[in-house]
């Protein structure tokens, strides 16, 4: 039991760094006025997915 909750947060922990760099990146490539609001947007579009079961399976 242990070992699965390890793997759910290790999951969890990789997919919070992958949403942090794509996010980053766009928001590099983006003007320097909407940048915040670019990476703002683009991680909690990605970092919510993982909130719907549906992706679980």
Same mark, same amino acid.
Not at 1 to 30: D, N, P, Q
Not at 31 to 38: A, H
């Given at each position: 039991?242990?070992? $699965? %909750?390890? /793997?759910? !947060? *290790? $999951? %969890?922990? /990789?997919? !919070? *760094? ?40």
């Amino acid at each position: 039991m242990a070992e $699965a %909750v390890v /793997v759910v !947060l *290790l $999951a %969890v922990a /990789v997919y !919070l *760094l992958v949403s942090l760099t794509i996010a980053f990146i766009r928001a590099l490539f983006s003007d320097r006025k909407q940048r915040k609001e670019n990476f703002k947007r683009t991680f909690f579009a990605f970092f919510l997915e993982i909130l719907n079961p549906f992706n679980w399976f």
